[in-house]
């Protein structure tokens, strides 16, 4: 099936790989270069290297963007990077490892499918050899934005449908911050021998756009939206969906302006979410934590950061020792391509633990943690310095000594 995009480029970098050492609370950091703009959507863990896995754009056209992968060393150190050139792909939104060894990578395609862009899944083996690939859509605009995998074999193929023709009323309006036209979820089940079991959009008249998503035990998975409502402020949503993709249960959490970018399923269905939020009575973006039990409702929530910071985080894990880290960025409003990278640690109860903030003289965007066996911790990601391409970030931060 279109054998002749079944190219796997194995690439010497020709950029820069630059290491800088000595920065306070970050071991290192290292920024990969490839052909054009990088965009890293997430980390895969294999057997002893990490793959960063993203989107390369090499002019403004968008059938000139690929998936990228920057196979790395968990000292930092770049094997190889590899480029897939399949034609009509753009770029990797997410991807994900299976314990049998295959590859899904998840983004979007305009080359294929129906009307406008669609869904395309592609999955490979470890050497890249095309194993099967779906693309999924319908009429309007659907693009990925997470690849869960199920409870039962399944997948969920989570992400956004949007509609050109439906202009967001007050998208002008300044401060506002989601998409110039109506959006919503858009969800696929996809059956463990590859069969559409079924796709949905949950289009309302709010302006939703789905974040992250996880499984839940009985075959469902949770939605973390933000709703983008002008002239009120912006509320994170969380959705249960049910196996069969109706909507169980919708939870709004509105205190101030709210945004999730980030979800983490804990034992028992209780639900960590990462995002930001600006209190009503305050213009500083602050960072957010807040857990929710598997009803729905909130146990608690916490905000950090400086008075004269913008903060906000983006991804979170679960640690051995069973605390919580999230990443992010942290950056003052007059001061461009000035971001730092920013961690917070919370214990179950949302009590703060440590946090750490490491400048990268980037503007950069978080998109996965990992822990080591050592207890070091790797940020992943992008960043750009000013008219300069965006390249692939990886830091590795170490957490404070205990006392």
Same mark, same amino acid.
């Given at each position: 099936m279109r054998d002749q995009r079944r190219i796997l480029a194995l690439t010497v970098l020709l950029g820069l790989c630059v290491s800088l050492a000595g920065l306070a609370n970050a071991g290192w950091i290292h920024w990969y270069d490839?052909?054009?703009?990088?965009?890293?959507?997430?980390?895969?863990?294999?057997?002893?290297?990490?793959?960063?896995?993203?989107?390369?754009?090499?002019?403004?056209?968008?059938?000139d963007e690929g998936i990228v992968v920057f196979r790395v060393q968990p000292d930092g150190t770049l094997n190889y990077a590899m480029s897939y050139d399949w034609d009509g792909v753009q770029g990797a939104a997410d991807a994900v490892i299976t314990a049998e060894d295959r590859i899904f990578f998840a983004g979007r395609t305009d080359t /294929?499918?129906?009307?406008?862009?669609?869904?395309?899944?592609?999955?490979?083996?470890?050497?890249?050899?095309?194993?099967?690939?779906?693309?999924?859509?319908?009429?309007?605009?659907?693009?990925?934005?997470?690849?869960?995998?199920?409870?039962?074999? @399944?997948?969920?193929?989570?992400?956004?449908?949007?509609?050109?023709?439906?202009?967001?009323a007050g998208a002008e309006t300044p401060g506002y911050a989601g998409p110039e036209f109506n959006t919503s979820p858009y969800v696929a089940r996809i059956a463990a021998d590859g069969t559409t079991v079924w796709k949905k959009d949950y289009a309302t008249l709010s302006n939703r756009v789905v974040f992250?998503?996880?499984?839940?035990?009985?075959?469902?998975?949770?939605?973390?939206?933000?709703? /983008?409502?002008?002239?009120?402020?912006?509320?994170?949503?969380?959705?249960?969906?049910?196996?069969?993709g109706g909507t169980m249960w919708q939870r709004n959490f509105a205190e101030g302006s709210s945004e999730g970018y980030a979800l983490h399923?804990? @034992?028992?269905?209780?639900?960590?979410?990462?995002?930001?939020?600006?209190?009503?009575?305050?213009a500083s973006l602050q960072a957010l934590l807040m857990m929710v039990s598997a009803t729905g409702s909130e146990v608690w929530s916490r905000t950090f950061g400086e008075p004269d910071q913008f903060s906000s985080l983006h991804t979170v894990i679960e640690t051995r020792d069973g605390l919580f880290v999230a990443a992010g960025k942290q950056y003052a409003e007059d001061a461009e391509y000035q971001d730092s990278v920013y961690l917070v640690c919370v214990d179950m109860n949302?009590?703060?633990?440590?946090?750490?903030?490491?400048?990268?003289?980037?503007?950069?965007?978080?998109?996965?943690?990992?822990?080591?066996?050592?207890?070091?911790?790797?940020?992943?990601?992008?960043?750009?310095?000013?008219?300069?391409?965006?390249?692939?970030?990886?830091?590795?931060?170490d957490p404070p000594a205990e006392d």
């Open positions: 490839h052909e054009g703009e990088v965009r890293v959507g997430t980390v895969l863990m294999m057997e002893d290297e990490l793959w960063l896995v993203g989107t390369s754009i090499t002019s403004q056209d968008p059938l /294929y499918g129906a009307v406008g862009s669609d869904m395309y899944v592609l999955q490979t083996d470890l050497s890249g050899q095309t194993l099967s690939e779906w693309v999924i859509g319908d009429m309007l605009e659907e693009s990925v934005t997470r690849i869960v995998l199920g409870s039962q074999g @399944d997948y969920f193929i989570v992400g956004n449908q949007m509609n050109p023709s439906f202009v967001v992250d998503a996880v499984p839940t035990s009985t075959g469902g998975c949770f939605l973390l939206c933000t709703v /983008y409502d002008v002239p009120n402020a912006d509320a994170i949503q969380l959705n249960r969906l049910t196996d069969t399923g804990l @034992d028992g269905g209780w639900l960590l979410i990462a995002g930001s939020r600006t209190p009503a009575d305050s949302g009590e703060l633990q440590w946090e750490q903030t490491v400048p990268t003289g980037m503007h950069v965007a978080v998109e996965a943690l990992v822990e080591l066996p050592d207890g070091g911790l790797l940020v992943a990601g992008s960043g750009a310095a000013a008219e300069d391409p965006s390249r692939a970030m990886l830091m590795r931060v």
